[in-house]
């Protein structure tokens, strides 16, 4: 999951001049939109992960050199830091909607499993952003991690929410500790993306095996 950079990485302000200097062929910057630039850096990193994935390789996918690429993005670091957010914000986003369609007369139960089951279903079926997330955090730079910290923490709160109302309303498994099934859920969602085959394996039937795997029904 994590092949060798093709090309270098370029950092410098000189190589970035050089690479810019280069253009002339290549479609106009401003031709190229952000949110594709986005697009093709999040299913890079997704499938090669951060340090397999050179701004070289993003520039090639969307049709231009790599220097132009300094016109939406600062560095490598910035434009990663931006496709690990969105992947956060998507899974968020699908975790809360959920949620607000089972509403307050779900149980508790129903409403981890469909927890469970939205961020699977964004895992595996509809966000390169959210995967890329998963397959690049603990590999990119500290400046990628800090920056994300926020966002990371408003996400896991949820969780913990959903969590901590499963141990007061006695939920959990004897003497289990609610930070530790927290993380063992997202761990094990997480993870899957290491074996999931989305055409074998069905995000509403894993949320039901694992939300009964820590859960009481009550």
Not at 77 to 97: D, F, K, P, S, W
Request: glycine share 6%; charged share 25%; hydrophobic share 40%.
């Amino acid at each position: 999951m994590s092949p060798c950079c093709e090309y270098p990485m370029t950092d410098s302000l000189s190589d970035r001049s050089a690479l810019a200097a280069t253009d002339e062929s290549a479609p106009k910057r401003a031709d190229v939109s952000r949110q594709q630039i986005l697009t093709v850096a999040a299913t890079l990193f997704c499938a090669r992960g951060y340090a397999g994935t050179s701004l070289r390789d993003i520039g090639a996918a969307v049709g231009m050199k790599a220097g132009s690429l300094y016109y939406h993005f600062a560095s490598k670091e910035e434009l990663a830091a931006e496709v690990l957010r969105i992947g956060v914000e998507r899974v968020h986003q699908a975790v809360e909607a959920r949620l607000r369609t089972l509403g307050e007369s779900a149980s508790l139960r129903g409403k981890i499993e469909g927890a469970i089951a939205a961020h699977l279903e964004t895992l595996w079926l509809e966000s390169d952003f959210t995967s890329a997330h998963i397959r690049c955090i603990h590999t990119a730079p500290p400046s990628v991690r800090n920056s994300l910290h926020q966002v990371r923490r408003d996400y896991e709160t949820v969780w913990r929410n959903l969590i901590g109302e499963a141990a007061r309303a006695s939920l959990l498994p004897p003497e289990a500790e609610p930070t530790a099934v927290r993380l063992a859920i997202l761990g094990a969602l997480n993870w899957s993306l290491e074996w999931s085959d989305p055409g074998r394996h069905k995000p509403e039937e894993f949320a039901r095996t694992l939300a009964a795997s820590f859960i009481r029904e009550g």
